[in-house]
């Protein structure tokens, strides 16, 4: 499978996630609203997510797929196997320790992230609760990550790609359904998210076992105290771990950045941790289409090209998800930006959520748009470090990064308030951007190919169309006041952005871009 076809296929898969997410969302949005017990759900459901970005999404998968990739490519099925059941054995026993653990530090970990709570015992309380209830999550999703790493190795995208999609159905479920039915019990409503979470949890792990035993890479974890003294002392165990002490630094300065962000919004007062969730929520949708479906596929194939010592595919498959990125995620940037509202509108603005909840998500979703294009680049960029086993530059970056943040934090939110946490994220992932990019380009893993300048201003004349076009829907229609004519404006959306897509691409093409150059690097 061509890596553009590989890119499409995760990229559709993530699409179905995502709006099934978004569905999520304004069910969620219509059913609770904006106020101190959706704070709660949503800092309880962002610790367990905290460590899964850091554990498993994060460091661990950046240390184990480049090896796996290497030792597939070096050491042959019956080594690579081994490594598969020892990294499987040791990092079972792993997330065991840690659920106990988290279960058991669940007050102190809310209050690390949300001390603001403490303004309101009841919201503090229920956000201790479902985070003892959600905590295992992160077991099960570490999980997923391990069988992902797996699957996308061999080259076995969709299934990893489309897991997303039971977690949504099961929050959908737990708030269409189960929080009905808690409040006939006289429970909280909004505990029924936690239900929905650990529900999804177990069917993302479920649906990664057919997959992996069709390939025959389905890993034994031991369970004994011997198996896994075996697991730590095995070399590829060892490299995993090596690899994963500098990365999980790394993710641990975005997660920190975070975990900031939060416990000031939890500061600003009811409604802002939960209104930066859902604007958060929207430029992930972008993020999550572009820039993780890119880094998925990228990841494995670096790795084998430097592995093969392949500098020339290497620096082509990374000029290849560079102009993708800039080909998609400049106007998609562009619509965050002046189109925001409408977006907020229709997704969300519905039962519980009102007038002034669509406008303060979508100041945030603005803000957020600021940095999409370096969002997503860092998720093509960073992989080209990891792909070498350099886990470090792209630390070091981000730690200056993270101060960098900060600092932006103490100017822009006593001035933009929520929006300004959202700004500083966005100035701070386009320093990230650029750095990562000039540090490959100096130590020479990537040579840009011809043809940079003309593709840049074709992309910028089509996308300043664009624009035009988006400002005039956004100030013709009034998207917030159609809220009781929730078809007529899903059909207007669904038109703006059939129309959109066809000024965009149209533009290009008078322009003399030729869109089969991205079929393949």
Known sequence: ?????????????????????????????????????????????????????????????????????????????????????????????????????????????????????????HAFEAAVLMTRWMFPYIGFMSLVALSAGILNTWKNFAVPAITPVLLNLCMITAAWLGAPWFKTLGIEPIYAMAGGVMMG????????????????????????????????????????????????????????SLMINTQIASWLGPGNVTWLDYAGRLMEFPTAMLGVALGVVLTPQLAGAKAADDSVRYSNMLDWGLRLVVLLAVPSSIA??????????????????????????????????????GLVAIKILAPGFYASQDMRTPVRIAIVVLVITQLLNVVLVPWLRHAGLALSISIGALINALWLLWGLVKRGSYTPRPGWGLFILQVTGATALLAIFLVWGANHFAWMAMRDQALLRAGLMAGMLAASGAIYFVALWAAGLKLRQFVKP
């Open 1 to 121: 499978m061509s890596l553009f076809k590989s890119a499409s296929t995760v990229s559709l898969m993530t699409f179905a996630s995502r709006v099934t997410g978004l569905v999520r969302d304004l069910v969620m949005a219509s059913t609770f609203g904006a106020n101190a017990l959706t704070d709660a759900f949503n800092v309880a459901f962002r610790i367990p997510n905290l460590f899964r970005r850091l554990f498993a999404e994060g460091a661990f998968s950046q240390a184990f797929v480049p090896a796996l990739a290497y030792s597939k490519e070096t050491d042959g099925d019956e080594a690579t196997h081994r490594l598969i059941d020892a990294v499987a054995t040791a990092l079972a026993w792993a997330l065991l320790v840690t659920c106990v653990i988290g279960v058991a530090a669940a007050p102190v970990l809310v209050w690390m992230l949300a001390s603001g709570f403490k303004q309101s015992p």
């Open 336 to 373: 965050l930006l002046v189109f925001n509202v409408p977006l907020v509108s229709v997704l969300f603005h519905y039962g519980a959520f009102k007038d002034s909840d669509v406008q303060m998500v979508s100041i945030a979703l603005a803000a957020y748009g600021v940095g999409l294009v």
């Open 201 to 256: 949890g177990i069917l993302q792990l479920a649906v990664q076992i057919p997959a992996l035993k069709r390939l025959g890479l389905m890993p034994r974890i031991g369970i004994t105290w011997n198996r896994l003294r075996e697991a730590w002392a095995d070399p590829g165990v060892r490299k995993v771990a090596g690899m994963m002490a500098p990365a999980l630094l790394g993710v641990g300065v975005a997660q920190i």
